[in-house]
């Protein structure tokens, strides 16, 4: 069992930042670490993922705009949000392996 706590979600203006943080209690080599998002109404979808050997993958809707980043000795992945737009808003979810956390709310409102 892996446990995986998100934090740093919040209200923000659009065109601000965000840094969510994803801290686990142990890490498996075999998994990446990747971010998901849930909007309201919505599909849980791909946000991003890293892997131990740095390489990332973007969803197109956040290319340009996010960055995902491990320190996988620390445990931890960060997902750097930039030029937040209202779509963006949604509870964030890491992910590694088949192991999930409780997701951190992130509204990007006026």
Request: proline share 3%.
């Amino acid at each position: 069992q892996v446990q995986l706590v998100e934090s740093g979600g919040g209200l923000v203006h659009p065109g601000g930042s965000l840094r969510l943080s994803c801290a686990a209690d142990k890490m498996i080599n075999l998994y990446a670490v990747s971010w998901y998002r849930q909007a309201p109404g919505k599909q849980r979808e791909f946000v991003a993922r890293v892997n131990r050997g740095d390489m990332t993958t973007y969803a197109d809707s956040v290319k340009g705009r996010f960055t995902i980043s491990g320190d996988f000795a620390q445990n931890t992945v960060y997902l750097q949000m930039n030029n937040l737009e209202s779509e963006d808003t949604a509870v964030y979810y890491c992910n590694h392996g088949p192991f999930w956390g409780q997701g951190t709310q992130v509204t990007v409102s006026t």
